[in-house]
């Protein structure tokens, strides 16, 4: 069975500054998605970025990249030059051939003004 | 405008009772899924369906329910065998679309036990 595992709870930047999250996941198929997405306290889900396991680039999405290592199963999320509004829980996601969708438990993310 | 409708937004629920939520998606998508999100939790799929008449148990299926009748709705019914089912509850759907692959969600349903 595919897991994903959010090992930082809880983390906190200082504004303008960058902080990374990290993800790991556990899976024996090849092709893929995963997906980090942003809950802010209104509870809305919001896509940040995605990422397709057969490309080997990684995605960015403006303040937002992500560092891809297909090998040792890792997905982490770099936020760059955080805004006040960055504040949120973020959930790493993974979704396999079969169209299930799993999330780890979350990192709450804190911008220290 | 297209998105996914989710209702009530609150919802109170008696001993013994078995309450629906609501889901419902004008988005012409073929999947749709059901988490459960307890408080300071990620999300926990409970069912997801590809297809009409066709639904996948997720990893807390136990005391839930659901139906695929339509392409546009996916109603999860909390049975009296959830004997814990205070949560926020979210609906997501999603396209088959390998270029755009990403989930919609609702707004979400607050579940309280009276």
């Known amino acids: 069975a595919q897991t994903v595992t959010q090992s930082q709870p809880e983390m906190s930047v200082q504004e303008a500054e960058t902080v990374t999250l990290s993800c790991t996941y556990d899976?024996?198929?090849?092709?893929?998605?995963l997906f980090w997405y942003k809950q802010p306290p209104s509870r809305q889900m919001i896509l940040v970025i995605r990422?397709?396991?057969?490309?080997?680039q990684n995605a960015t999405e403006n303040r937002f990249s992500v560092n891809f290592q297909k090998a040792a199963k890792s997905f982490s999320l770099k936020i760059s030059d955080s805004q006040l509004g960055d504040a949120a829980m973020y959930f790493c996601?993974?979704?396999?051939?079969?169209?299930?969708?799993?999330f780890g438990k979350g990192t709450r993310l804190h911008i220290l003004p | 405008d297209g998105g996914i409708t989710q209702s009530p937004k609150y919802l109170f629920r008696k001993e013994g009772q078995n309450v629906t939520l609501s889901c419902e998606q004008n988005?012409?998508?073929?999947?749709m899924y059901w988490y459960r999100q307890d408080p300071g939790q990620g999300l926990r799929l409970i069912y997801y369906?590809?297809?009409?008449?066709?639904?996948q148990k997720g990893d807390i299926a136990e005391g839930y329910s659901v139906s695929r009748e339509k392409k546009e709705s996916f109603p999860l019914t909390v049975t009296s065998a959830q004997k814990n089912p205070t949560a926020f509850y979210l609906c997501?759907?999603?396209?088959?679309?390998?270029?755009?692959?990403?989930?919609?969600f609702g707004s979400g349903t607050q579940l309280s036990v009276l």
């Open positions: 990422q397709e396991a057969y490309k080997q």
């Open positions: 988005l012409n998508h073929d999947a």
């Open positions: 997501a759907s999603s396209v088959f679309d390998r270029s755009n692959e990403k989930l919609f």
């Open positions: 899976t024996s198929e090849s092709d893929y998605y």
């Open positions: 369906s590809q297809i009409v008449n066709d639904f």
């Open positions: 996601a993974f979704k396999n051939r079969d169209d299930k969708i799993i």
